[in-house]
C-alpha cells in the first residue's frame, strides 16, 4: 500500500524529482572528474527513472501524444474516422437507450421477472376459471383503460379509468403512497364502490389533499369512496390511466360474467414454478374454454391462449419495430467500422517509411502495435465521446417512435447499461480495427519500405481487403436504401391513400356526458340534435355532424351481430361488424358517397322502423352478386331486425392501410336515434364535426363555446382538426419511416466517403503505373475510364451482395409495409442506379485527379 | 573505458545490502557511498553510477533509505542518503540472509 502510494507521490512530482537527480549526477561527476572513468551519465538517468515506475504510463502518455499529433496533421482522415464512427455511435445509442428501457429494464414492479401475461382477450369468468385451476399463477385482470366523467370536483373532467380485479396490486407487488390497496373481496358487487388514484390525478385535481383517502367521489356517475392513491411513478397498463377502480365480478349476472368485457389477463408466477410450467398449464386449461360458455362460441376460441412475458406484452408492435431499427443502426455502424478499418489501413501502407524509421531506431514490433492500437483507441474514445452527444440528440428526436403511454417511457434516458454499451462499442470498435491495419503494420519489410520509399511495395492482399471492405459496405448500403426506399413508398402510399372520406375544413370535438344523461334516449337525441343546430348557426359553418366515432381516432365501436342468410354455428360466430351511430348529415360533411339505396333522413327518428346503410365491402361480403337493399341485419340478442336501406361506399375507419382487426367483418350506420346499445341506452358519448369554410382556429372557439353552453356539466374536449386525426393515425409509422431513413442516409454518406477514400488511395498509390500510362500515349478519357472502372468493379460487386443480401432481409419489414411488396422490382433498380451513380460521383474527383498526374514529375522523382 | 564493476557482477541484491550497510554508519551522499565502497573493499567494489542510483532510488521508494538535501565537501549542493528504521531492518535481516547464503556458498566450494 505504501509502496503504491509512495510510487504515485513520486510521479506526481516527477519534474521535480527530474531536476535533483540531475543536480545529484552533476555532483557525481564533479567530485569524479579528477579520477575515476565517467560511467553512461544518460543511462544512470534513464535506469533511475525507469526506478520510479512509471515507464508504461509515460509510454502510454507517448502513444496518445503521437496520436493526437498524427490526427492533428491529417485532419481529413481523422474527421472522417470520427464522425463516421461517432454517427454510427449515435445511432447505436440512441436506439439501445430504447431499447434498454422498452426490452432489457427490469418493469418498476417486484420480481418483474415473474410477471407473464396470458395472451388473448378472456372474460371475467374465465379469470375465475384460470384463478381457481391454475397452481403455478396469480391472476388479475386489467383492461386496458376507459375514459369516464369525474364529476363533483369543479369542472367535469373525463379521466381514464382501468377496472381491474381487487388482487392486481397486490400481483405487481405495488404498494400506495396513501390509503390502502383493494381488499381481496372488493371486486364483488356490492363491495367495489371503491376507486385507487394516481398519484398525478390526485396531484394535479385533488392539490394532494391527504384527507382525500376514505372521502367519496363521483366516477362515470357512481359514487366511488377513495381507498389509497398509488406511489408516484406507478403506471399499469398504460401511463394514461389515472383511476383503478374494481371490475365488478357477478357469476349470477350471467351476461356480464361471461360476455361483459373481454380483456387481458395478467399473472404472477407462484414461488417454485417457472414459465414454461405455468404455459403448459395454460394451453391445457385454455384449449377446452370455448366449451364452457352459456352460448355457443367459435370453435376452439382462447384455445391458442399461452404465456408471454409482461414485458414483451408491454412493448408490443413496437417491438418488431425496434428491432428493425437496430438492426438498421448496427449496418451503420458496422459501414462506419469498415470505412474507418479501410482508412487505417490506408494509412498504415503510407505510413510504412515512418513505421520503419521507428523500427530502425530500435523501436520493437510489439510497441509499435500498441502504438497503432492506441491510435484506434483514442479515435474511438473520441467518436465515442461526440456519439454520445449526438446519441442525446438523437434519442429526443427518435422517441416519438415509441407510444409514450408505455409504463416507463416517459423515463428513456441514457443509463448506466447504455453508457457502457456505446463505451464498449466505441472501445471494441477501436481495437476491431485497429487489428488488421496493426497487424499490416507488423509484416512490414523494413529494409524493402525504407529502400523504395514509394507506395508501390504495399502488399496487394491488403488492398484486396480494402476492396471487400467497401464492396460490403456497399451491400449494406443497399439493403438499407432499398428499405428506406420501400418503406417510403408504403408512407407516400399511405399519405395518398383516399381514406373514403373528406378531410379538408372539418372540425370535430368529443362531447361525453354521463351514462345518465342519456337515460331518457329522447332527451339525448333532442341534445344532439340542438347542438347540431346551433352549431349550424355559427358563421362559416356549412355544416354539423353528430356520430360515436371519428375515422381513424382509434375507436373501434364494434359490435356482435346477426346477419340475414347466415345464420349462426359454431363455426360461423356472430360477425363483428363496425357500427356507427351518426346523424344524418354525417354522409354528406363527410361525402361518404352513397352507392345505392338511401340515405338516412331526419324521419328516421327513434320511433320508426329501424334502418341501416353498409358499406360496398360488407354487401359483397355477405350477399355476393345479390341487391343487400331490403335484407336484414340486426344486433346479437336484439328482437328486431333492421332493414338495409342503402349502400355506401368504404371507409378507411380503423387505419390508413385498412388492416380493420381480422376480427371485424364489415361495416354499418344506424341512425343515432336508433343506435340502441345492449343496455338500452344509445351511445352517449358523441363527436360533433363541422365543416367551415373559415380557419379552424376561429371556427374551434365558437365550437368549444356552444358545446360548453349547452350544458356546462359535460366535459368538452379539445377541437381537432380531421386532417390531424389523420396525421396521427399514421405518425407512429411515419416516425419510424423517418428513423429509417436517417439511417439510410448516413449508410449512403459513409459509403460514399469510403468510395472516395478507396478511389483517392488507389489513385495515390497507382501514380507511377498512370505516369507510365500516359507517358507512353494513355489520354486523360482513358485514365478517368481506367479509374471509374476500377470503382465501377467494386461498386457491382457490392450491388450484386447487396441485392442477395435485400432479397433475404426487406422481408423482416414486410409487416411495415403498405402497397408494395418486400421485393418490389422497381425500388431494387432504382436503387442500385442510384448507388451507381453515387459512386460515380464519389470517384470522380479521384480519377479527375489521375487525369491530371504529371507523368514526367512522378517518373523523375522515382 | 576500463572495466566498469555492476551490481550484475555482485550476487544479486548485495548492491541494496552493502549501501545499507554503508549508510548504517552515517548519512552520505551517492558519490561518497561509491568512494567509501571503493575504499573498504580495497578497490575491488567498484559502483557505477548507473548502478548506483538507480539502486538509491529503488531503496527510497521501499522506504529504507530517505533523501534529504544538504552540503557536500565542496560546498555544493548535495543529496544525502539516511537510513530509516525500516531500512535498520531490512539490513539486519538482509544481512542474516546474506550470511546464511555466504555460508551455504562456502559448505559447496569447500565440499571434498
Not at chain 1, 225 to 241: L, W
Not at chain 1, 523 to 545: H, K, M, P, W
Request: aromatic content about 8%; charged content about 15%; overall charge positive.
Amino acid at each position: 500500500m505504501h509502496f503504491v502510494w509512495r510510487r504515485l507521490t513520486f510521479w506526481w512530482r516527477r519534474d521535480q524529482l527530474e531536476r535533483e537527480l540531475k543536480e545529484e549526477l552533476e555532483l557525481h561527476a564533479a567530485l569524479a572528474q579528477s579520477r575515476a572513468v565517467m560511467g553512461n551519465m544518460t543511462l544512470a538517468q534513464e535506469e533511475s527513472r525507469d526506478m520510479w515506475g512509471f515507464r508504461t504510463i509515460e509510454y502510454l502518455l507517448q502513444d496518445v501524444r503521437y496520436a493526437l499529433r498524427g490526427f492533428a496533421k491529417n485532419p481529413g482522415f481523422s474527421s472522417v474516422a470520427i464522425i463516421s464512427l461517432a454517427l454510427g455511435i449515435a445511432g447505436n445509442t440512441s436506439i439501445f437507450s430504447i431499447v434498454n428501457a422498452l426490452l432489457i429494464r427490469p418493469l418498476p414492479f417486484q420480481e418483474p421477472d415473474r410477471l407473464v401475461r396470458i395472451t388473448n382477450l378472456h372474460p371475467k369468468a374465465l379469470l375465475e376459471y384460470f384463478q381457481q385451476r391454475s397452481r403455478t399463477m396469480d391472476i388479475a385482470f386489467v383492461d386496458p383503460g376507459a375514459e369516464i366523467n369525474l364529476t363533483g370536483q369543479g369542472p367535469a373532467m373525463r379521466v381514464t379509468a382501468s377496472e381491474t380485479s381487487a388482487n392486481l396490486f397486490s400481483i405487481l407487488g405495488a404498494t400506495v403512497e396513501r390509503g390502502r390497496v383493494f381488499a381481496p373481496d372488493e371486486d364483488r358487487p356490492g363491495k367495489d364502490g371503491v376507486v385507487i388514484l394516481s398519484h398525478e390525478l390526485w396531484r394535479t385535481k385533488f392539490r394532494q389533499d391527504p384527507n382525500i383517502v376514505g372521502r367519496t367521489i363521483a366516477l362515470g356517475g357512481m359514487n366511488r369512496r377513495v381507498a389509497g392513491i398509488a406511489s408516484s411513478g406507478f403506471a399499469f397498463p398504460s401511463t394514461k390511466v389515472q383511476a383503478w377502480i374494481p371490475a365488478r365480478i357477478d357469476p349470477r349476472n350471467m351476461v356480464d360474467y361471461w360476455g361483459g368485457a373481454f380483456v387481458p389477463l395478467i399473472a404472477r408466477i407462484r414461488p417454485g414454478a417457472s414459465v414454461e410450467q405455468a404455459r403448459s398449464e395454460i394451453h391445457s386449461l385454455a384449449a377446452g374454454v370455448w366449451k364452457l360458455f352459456p352460448w355457443p362460441m367459435p370453435k376452439r376460441f382462447n384455445a391458442d391462449s399461452t404465456v408471454i412475458s409482461l414485458q414483451t406484452d408491454l412493448a408490443g408492435e413496437t417491438r418488431s419495430k425496434l428491432f428493425v431499427l437496430l438492426a438498421a443502426v448496427g449496418a451503420v455502424l458496422a459501414i462506419a467500422c469498415a470505412n474507418v478499418a479501410g482508412l487505417l489501413l490506408a494509412r498504415a501502407t503510407t505510413r510504412r517509411k515512418e513505421i520503419a524509421m521507428r523500427a530502425a531506431l530500435g523501436a520493437g514490433s510489439g510497441r509499435i502495435v500498441r502504438q497503432l492500437l492506441t491510435e484506434s483507441v483514442v479515435l474511438a474514445l473520441a467518436a465515442g465521446g461526440i456519439g454520445i452527444l449526438l446519441g442525446t440528440i438523437a434519442l429526443s428526436l427518435f422517441r416519438s417512435i415509441v407510444p409514450p403511454q408505455i409504463p416507463g417511457m416517459a423515463q428513456i434516458g441514457f443509463d448506466w447499461r447504455v453508457a457502457l454499451f456505446a463505451a464498449a462499442l466505441s472501445v471494441l470498435t477501436g481495437l476491431s480495427f485497429g487489428v488488421v491495419p496493426a497487424l499490416s503494420a507488423r509484416s512490414l519489410d523494413l529494409v524493402e519500405a525504407m529502400k523504395a520509399g514509394s507506395q508501390r511495395s504495399t502488399t496487394n492482399s491488403w488492398i484486396a481487403l480494402r476492396g471487400w471492405l467497401i464492396a460490403a459496405e456497399i451491400a449494406l448500403t443497399l439493403v438499407l436504401v432499398v428499405g428506406a426506399g420501400l418503406l417510403m413508398k408504403s408512407l407516400y402510399g399511405l399519405t395518398s391513400v383516399n381514406p373514403g372520406f373528406n378531410t379538408q375544413k372539418i372540425l370535430t370535438v368529443k362531447i361525453s356526458p354521463n351514462d345518465a344523461f342519456c337515460a331518457q334516449r329522447e332527451a339525448c337525441v333532442a341534445f344532439y340534435r340542438t347542438l347540431i343546430e346551433q352549431a349550424d348557426g355559427i358563421s362559416g359553418v356549412v355544416n354539423a355532424a353528430v356520430a360515436n366515432t371519428v375515422p381513424l381516432d382509434g375507436g373501434l365501436p364494434a359490435i356482435p351481430t346477426e346477419v340475414e342468410d347466415h345464420p349462426r354455428t359454431p363455426n360461423f360466430p356472430s360477425p363483428m361488424l363496425w357500427a356507427g351511430a351518426v346523424s344524418p348529415s354525417y354522409l354528406s360533411l363527410l361525402r361518404i358517397p352513397l352507392l345505392s339505396g338511401r340515405a338516412f333522413t331526419d324521419a328516421d327518428g327513434s320511433n320508426t322502423s329501424p334502418v341501416i346503410l353498409i358499406s360496398a365491402s360488407t354487401a359483397a361480403r355477405f350477399w355476393p352478386g345479390v341487391n343487400p337493399i331490403g335484407k336484414h341485419i340486426r344486433r346479437a340478442g336484439e328482437n328486431t331486425w333492421r332493414v338495409i336501406i342503402g349502400v355506401v361506399a368504404d371507409v378507411r375507419q380503423f387505419n390508413l392501410a385498412n388492416n380493420s382487426p381480422s376480427a371485424i367483418s364489415g361495416a354499418m350506420y344506424m341512425p343515432y336515434a336508433q343506435a340502441v346499445q345492449s343496455n338500452g341506452q344509445i351511445p352517449v358519448v358523441m363527436n360533433l364535426l363541422v365543416k367551415t369554410t373559415v380557419s379552424a382556429d376561429q371556427a374551434a372557439t365558437d365550437i368549444r363555446r356552444i358545446a360548453v353552453e349547452a350544458n356546462p356539466d359535460i366535459p368538452v374536449g379539445k377541437v381537432l382538426t380531421l386532417t390531424g386525426i389523420v396525421g396521427d393515425s399514421i405518425s407512429g409509422f411515419r416516425s419510424t419511416i423517418w428513423v429509417f431513413l436517417s439511417f439510410a442516409v448516413a449508410a449512403l454518406l459513409l459509403a460514399a466517403v469510403g468510395i472516395y477514400g478507396l478511389m483517392s488511395y488507389s489513385v495515390s498509390r497507382r501514380t507511377y503505373e498512370i505516369s507510365v500510362r500516359m507517358a507512353t500515349g494513355a489520354t486523360n478519357g482513358s485514365i478517368v475510364r481506367l479509374i471509374l472502372g476500377q470503382s465501377l468493379r467494386t461498386t457491382l460487386l457490392g450491388l450484386s451482395l447487396g441485392i442477395g443480401a435485400s432479397f433475404l432481409l426487406t422481408r423482416f419489414l414486410s409487416g411495415l409495409l403498405f402497397a408494395v411488396t418486400a421485393t418490389d422490382p422497381l425500388i431494387f433498380t432504382y436503387v442500385c442506379l442510384f448507388l451507381v451513380v453515387v459512386a460515380a460521383a464519389a470517384s470522380s474527383i479521384p480519377a479527375w485527379r489521375a487525369s491530371r498526374i504529371d507523368p514526367i514529375r512522378t517518373l523523375r522523382a522515382e | 573505458m576500463g572495466k566498469q564493476p555492476s551490481s550484475a557482477e555482485l550476487l544479486p541484491g548485495t548492491l541494496d545490502l552493502l549501501l545499507l550497510r554503508v549508510l548504517s554508519l552515517e548519512p552520505m551522499h551517492g558519490y561518497g557511498i561509491a568512494h567509501r565502497l571503493k575504499q573498504v573493499s580495497d578497490d575491488v567494489l567498484q559502483v557505477g553510477e548507473s548502478s548506483l542510483y538507480p539502486a538509491l532510488q529503488r531503496l527510497r521508494l521501499n522506504g529504507w533509505v530517505k533523501a534529504e538535501w544538504g552540503t557536500s565537501e565542496n560546498n555544493r549542493r548535495a543529496r544525502f542518503y539516511t537510513l530509516t528504521t525500516a531500512g535498520r531492518k531490512q539490513l539486519l535481516s538482509e544481512r542474516d540472509e546474506f550470511d546464511r547464503m555466504a555460508g551455504a556458498i562456502q559448505k559447496v566450494l569447500r565440499m571434498v
